[in-house]
Antibody, heavy 122, light 107 residues
Framework: QVQLVQSGAEVKKPGASVKVSCKAS????????MHWVRQAPGQGLEWMGW????????NYAQKFQGRVTMTRDTSISTAYMELSRLRSDDTAVYYC???????????????WGKGTTVTVSS | DIQMTQSPSSLSASVGDRVTITCRAS??????LNWYQQKPGKAPKLLIY???SLQSGVPSRFSGSGSGTDFTLTISSLQPEDFATYYC?????????FGQGTRLEIK
């Protein structure tokens, strides 16, 4: 079955970086985009950006430009999201989600990982 | 950026009720509108895509309508498992943006 398995929870100090992985299975990894969405405690969903695993092309939300890097390793069907210069307000659950941009006319996020909790605290 | 505004922000209803949640976009997004359901501690789940298409496996009591700037999600007869938070999201342009969410609670 189609699934996305994310890496485990992280605790980081302010100013550090975190790298979250998302391993895809059950479908052709390069056929779909991968989005990253985060959710701060008690808050709504915030889109961070996407990567096209086929080309490696990325599209980041302006808010995260310069701090976020999305990459992929097609040999192991895994996408990565690295966020640098962490602040306390980066404390959130980070989700990867499969996007249909590469596969269909309608664009939506149809499969989600379970989320990775990142806590930023001194 | 396209702003998505949901109403109401919270809603109390009873099992069996018909419920409608509204989502308004700050500019026309054609039918590029998706709806997600999220339960506490869980990842969002896709319910409706392209404004009115039901995702595979989602019960038929969920339906979506609208185009342009105004959209609705309707649950025809609330079931206990439907109490959750619902988000709309536009996929017309980047950055992708979500509504602030509508929390559906048991009356």
């Amino acid at each position: 079955q189609v699934q996305l398995v994310q890496s485990g929870a992280e605790v980081k100090k302010p100013g550090a970086s975190v790298k979250v992985s998302c391993k895809a299975s059950g479908y052709t990894f390069t056929g779909y985009y991968m989005h990253w969405v985060r959710q701060a405690p008690g808050q709504g969903l915030e889109w961070m950006g996407w990567i096209n695993p086929n080309s490696g092309g990325t599209n980041y939300a302006q808010k995260f430009q310069g701090r976020v890097t999305m990459t992929r390793d097609t040999s192991i069907s895994t996408a990565y999201m690295e966020l640098s210069r962490l602040r306390s307000d980066d404390t959130a659950v980070y989700y990867c989600a499969r996007g249909t941009e590469g596969a269909a006319a309608a664009h939506y996020m149809d499969v989600w990982g379970k989320g990775t909790t990142v806590t930023v605290s001194s | 950026d396209i702003q998505m505004t949901q109403s109401p922000s919270s809603l109390s209803a009873s099992v069996g009720d018909r419920v409608t949640i509204t989502c308004r976009a700050s500019q026309s997004i054609s039918s590029y509108l998706n709806w997600y359901q999220q339960k506490p501690g869980k990842a969002p789940k896709l319910l409706i895509y392209a404004a009115s298409s039901l995702q595979s496996g989602v019960p038929s009591r969920f339906s979506g309508s609208g185009s342009g700037t105004d959209f609705t999600l309707t649950i025809s007869s609330l079931q206990p498992e439907d109490f959750a938070t619902y988000y709309c999201q536009q996929s017309y342009s980047t950055p992708r943006t979500f509504g602030q969410g509508t929390r559906l609670e048991i009356k």
